[in-house]
């Protein structure tokens, strides 16, 4: 059984454009995390959540928003696409937001915008 | 500013032969340090955990050390095999969300 799954594993589209990423996971973890792999390999954390506190980067432009159905689900969406949105995507979950706590990865959705 | 550097992009190894992966770090007071696996497609996979007050630790033919003085950790893979080869991330904690390197790429030759 997959642990942490995204969908979808791979997106095309143009820019402007509003998509969403779907991210599961069936650990019983009570923390998500999205995370978002450049070309470079830099994994960078964008946000995580968990069903107390969400905790965004500063970084991430407010185009971007996570949506937690439930504690097994935190969903990406992004609003208005840009060419520099194009990277992998990954959402995480760990037991609870603890610096120890081992990080399970999704497989990574590979988003490119034309 | 805070950095994680692993100061070898690619490594290529001997079957057989020890790897050794280093990640040294600035600004930073981790508790903890992690290192990862990532194959091509796929995402990372946590390895080993060490802490602080631990100077070295050790999984089947895996071994990290720590080193908060030099502020580095290194990470050995002895015996290596074809199927070690792969992306190795380091991790430190940073606000109680992880910070990885960007990893190095290693290559072990038949």
């Known amino acids: 059984d997959t642990a942490v799954s995204q969908t979808p594993k791979y997106l095309v589209t143009q820019m402007g454009n509003d998509k969403s990423i779907k991210c599961e996971q069936n650990?019983?973890?009570?923390?998500m995390y999205w995370y978002k792999q450049d070309s470079k390999k830099f994994l960078k954390i964008m946000f995580s959540?968990?069903?107390?506190?969400?905790?965004i980067n500063e970084t991430v432009p407010n185009r971007f928003s996570p949506k937690s159905p439930d504690k097994a689900h935190l969903n990406l969406h992004i609003n208005s696409l840009e060419l520099g949105d194009s990277a992998v995507y990954f959402c995480?979950?760990?037991?609870?937001?603890?610096?120890?706590?081992?990080?399970?990865f999704g497989n990574g959705t590979r988003l490119t915008v034309t | 500013s805070q950095k994680i550097e692993q100061n070898s992009e690619a490594l290529n190894i001997q079957e057989g032969k020890t790897a050794t992966l280093t990640c040294n770090y600035t600004?930073?007071?981790?508790?903890?340090l992690q290192w990862y696996r990532q194959d091509p497609g796929r995402g990372p996979v946590f390895l080993l955990l060490?802490?602080?007050?631990?100077k070295e630790k050790r999984k089947e033919r895996l071994k990290v050390t720590f080193d908060t003085t030099l502020k580095q950790s290194l990470f050995h893979i002895t015996a290596s095999q074809p199927a070690d080869s792969a992306t190795y991330l380091c991790?430190?904690?940073?606000?109680?969300?992880?910070?990885f390197g960007a990893g190095t790429r290693l290559t072990v030759k038949p």
């Open positions: 995480a979950s760990s037991r609870e937001r603890q610096e120890r706590r081992p990080l399970h």
């Open positions: 650990l019983g973890h009570d923390t």
């Open positions: 959540y968990n069903n107390k506190e969400l905790i």
């Open positions: 600004n930073y007071s981790p508790a903890y």
């Open positions: 060490i802490r602080e007050n631990e």
């Open positions: 991790a430190l904690a940073d606000n109680n969300d992880m910070r």
